[in-house]
């Protein structure tokens, strides 16, 4: 996109679609489309352990980790990553979540981590994970390695209820993967490796467009964009359109079929239009390991408060004695979006604008050039949420 590029509401010259509250007070509309399901993070993710800030990173100790609430394995990635080679200690995870969609998920990258080499099972957890297509050869391998795991199991538990609680160990050299699932769920888990009857690849992605692309939603496509540097910006209405992880010049022509991990079903797209796998991890991170076009970005769960997080899961920590540096880090991540109020709203604004300005300038052009819905200053509202005090 040009420097020059302008949101559709200016160049129409009429009031955007996420303004709300009539004219005497207007207010910027935060309304989500589509289902809200979270199988991608939208927090970056965070090395739990930090070893060098912690235990140090000569530590040799055993390390036992409980994701609670887990959503997708990004922070157990982030943290297991950054270990140093040369532990030899035993390090224990546990992972959970109550959405079965996303236990499904984790459990499959899981399998796909330690069966296979790192080299293979690096990319097809890349776009198991995030991308919306996948090539038939890559879903045919997990239909031939990994589905026939979870088969076996299947077929042994056929007498048991559907509610009984069912636990599996699969153990590869020095690596072990013990998942525990109802019945039910386990009796659903090989769907995750089946396209749903009669959804081709172009049905999906009409279905998956008609929430990404939504003309109803480009005005708010468009709000997000202004945040963005024009070369971003291409970046991202480009995964908006196909939904796959590759270098933005990259052939898609072998990512063919549905990946039936997001379509459970034929006609549906289980997440909000906002959805962006960038959201999961560190901006800076994601830039310095861009190839060398360093401008194509893409080359609760159940919300318990804390008094009972302390109660369920503070005695799992260790003591000081054992170890100091034992942490229990908790995340609020949509509980004040999803009770704050236009009240809230207004009774904040004044102070917001106040700790905004800190940041960013207000110019007399942004407010007086004759178009209330100027993009710059759209901008700069739209900014609030970032240094808003939400204690």
Not at 169 to 193: A, H, I, N
Not at 235 to 256: H, N, Q, T, Y
Not at 289 to 296: Q, R, S, T
Not at 381 to 391: G, K, N, P, T, Y
Request: net charge negative; with cysteine.
């Amino acid at each position: 996109m040009k420097v020059t590029w302008r949101p559709s509401w200016i160049i129409e010259a009429r009031e955007p679609a996420f303004i709300g509250g009539g004219e005497e007070a207007p207010i910027v509309d935060t309304v989500s489309h589509g289902k809200q399901k979270y199988l991608w993070g939208n927090v970056p993710a965070l090395d739990l352990l930090n070893l060098q800030q912690n235990e140090g990173v000569d530590f040799a100790e055993d390390l036992r980790l409980l994701f609670a609430a887990s959503g997708d394995i990004r922070n157990v990635i982030k943290s297991l990553t950054k270990v140093p080679a040369t532990y030899t200690g035993h390090c224990e995870v546990v992972i959970n979540d109550k959405d079965p969609d996303i236990v499904a998920r984790n459990a499959i990258l899981l399998l796909v981590a330690i069966y296979f080499s790192p080299e293979v099972a690096t990319s097809i957890m890349l776009h198991i994970w995030y991308s919306a297509l996948v090539s038939a050869e890559m879903l045919r391998s997990l239909q031939n390695s990994v589905l026939p795991l979870i088969q076996e199991v299947c077929k042994k538990i056929q007498a048991k209820s559907a509610q009984s609680l069912l636990s599996k160990v699969w153990t590869f050299g020095t690596r072990s993967l013990r998942l525990v699932l109802t019945k039910e769920q386990w009796d659903r888990l090989p769907s995750y490796f089946e396209v749903p009857d009669g959804l081709s690849m172009a049905q999906a992605q009409a279905i998956r467009a008609s929430t990404t692309l939504a003309p109803e939603r480009k005005d708010y496509l468009d709000r997000a964009l202004l945040t963005q540097p024009p070369t971003w910006r291409v970046c991202r209405v480009k995964f908006r359109e196909d939904g796959i992880i590759l270098p933005f010049g990259a052939s898609r022509e072998e990512l063919d079929t549905p990946n039936p991990t997001f379509y459970q079903t034929a006609n549906s797209w289980p997440m909000m239009d906002s959805a962006d796998p960038l959201e999961g991890w560190p901006m800076d991170e994601i830039i310095q390991k861009a190839p060398l076009a360093k401008n194509d970005l893409y080359g609760n769960r159940g919300y318990l408060g804390p008094m009972a997080t302390l109660a369920a899961f503070g005695p799992l920590l260790k003591r000081k004695t054992e170890n100091p540096s034992a942490t229990m880090v908790a995340l609020f991540l949509n509980a004040v979006h999803e009770v704050y109020s236009p009240l809230d709203y207004l009774s904040s604004m004044h102070s917001d604008m106040e700790r905004l300005r800190s940041y960013l300038s207000v110019t007399r052009d942004m407010v007086q050039d004759g178009n209330k819905y100027n993009p710059e200053f759209i901008k700069f509202m739209s900014a609030q949420v970032l240094i808003r005090e939400f204690d």
